[in-house]
């Protein structure tokens, strides 16, 4: 059964007419996003629940780092059902553009789209490898033009606009995804830092504060993808995926999507 949410996780904002007349408002300590409680905290979260920290990533690690591998060519077509456009069943909604283009137009030619690999596959040099580089957490369906456009760069806000990308903007060394999917991505990078650990073969994947980061096996910038994950919250269709995911293919969720307040929580 998908997570149910018994209430959104919110933000703290002082009334900016409070600020303007200059009035003395007590002093608050800032906390993380106010806790969501879903269907698995009772089970699959057991062990993560009540942690933080160093503590709460090593949890989760073990957590989900228990997942059922999938091959790169099985990538098409679980994308196919992972991705499938609520509106239309023989299409799938590609990331970065939000364009719904045909299942049956994957492929590696212009107006095709193919298989993003939203944590850079050369940051950490792990290729199309059975683990890393197969994770359907971070494996989605992107426009040929917009996924070549985006390479390997690291995340971070500027640029000029994508042709066809659909708000999205890249400059030399960074990419900015359009604001419906700022979460997405950064919630699907995040997975990828604490799925992979460096205890099972792969490199230790971990989110810094720099772009450029070429071949090392770390994506920026952190601070960044903490904000997106703030302002675009899971959506409907990131939920739907996490529980395609679980129940038809790894059997492992991204914790973030279900628990978004767990990214302060370590970071």
Partial sequence: MPATHTHRWKTLALS???????????????TPASATTTAYDSTYYKNAI???GTSLKSSLHTIIS???KISYSAVWNALMATDQDPNNSNNVILLYSGVSRAKSLNGGDVGDWNREHTWAKSHGD?????????????????DVQVNS????????????????????KVDSDSFEPRDADKGDVARMILYMAVRYEGDDGFANLEPDEKVNNGSAPYIGKLSVLKAWNEADPPSAFEEKRNQVIYDSYQHNRNPFIDHPEWVEAIW
């Fill in 50 to 52: 009540g942690k933080t």
């Fill in 149 to 168: 456009i985006r390479g390997n760069l690291d995340f971070d806000n500027g640029g000029s606009a994508v042709t066809n990308g659909g708000g999205s």
């Fill in 126 to 142: 792990f290729g199309e490898v059975t683990g890393p580089g197969t994770d359907l957490h971070h494996l989605r369906p992107a």
């Fill in 16 to 30: 900016t007419s409070a600020v303007l007349v200059g009035l003395t408002l007590p002093t608050m300590t800032a």
């Fill in 66 to 68: 228990s997942q059922t």
